[in-house]
């Protein structure tokens, strides 16, 4: 099991910035990659950000150039560095692991709490 606790939510203006964390503990040899989830009300959960246990990152469209994924890995912590804010990114955050099955498709995904961030003046 892997256990996840996000933090660094909350309001900020539109423009701001806010830094979401992400500490991973448990059994987290072997994670194939880690990343970020966002859901609005009434919205599917979308993916905005991963980085792969190589290193390799991914941005959804709206959050390229404004939003930046990185690690800590001897602090097996993970970071969203979230900048020029705007209310279409006002959604609860949920921090992602995940850890492919050997000779399978599938793959088996860990899940945060979630945090609020909610961009408004």
């Known amino acids: 099991q892997v256990q996840l606790v996000e933090s660094g939510g909350g309001l900020v203006q539109p423009g701001g910035s806010l830094r979401l964390s992400c500490a991973a503990s448990?059994?987290?040899?072997?994670?194939?990659?880690m990343g970020w989830y966002r859901q609005a009300p009434a919205s599917q959960r979308e993916l905005v950000a991963s980085?792969?246990?190589?290193?390799?990152?991914y941005y959804t469209d709206s959050v390229k150039g404004r939003f930046t994924i990185s690690r800590d890995n001897a602090k097996n912590t993970v970071y969203l560095q979230m900048n020029s804010l705007k209310p279409e990114d006002t959604a609860v955050y949920y921090c992602?692991?995940?850890?492919?099955?050997?000779?399978?498709?599938?793959?088996?995904?860990?899940w945060g709490q979630g945090t609020q961030v909610t961009v408004s003046s």
């Open positions: 980085i792969s246990s190589g290193g390799s990152t």
């Open positions: 448990g059994s987290i040899f072997s994670l194939d990659g």
């Open positions: 992602n692991a995940y850890r492919r099955v050997p000779l399978s498709t599938r793959r088996l995904d860990y």
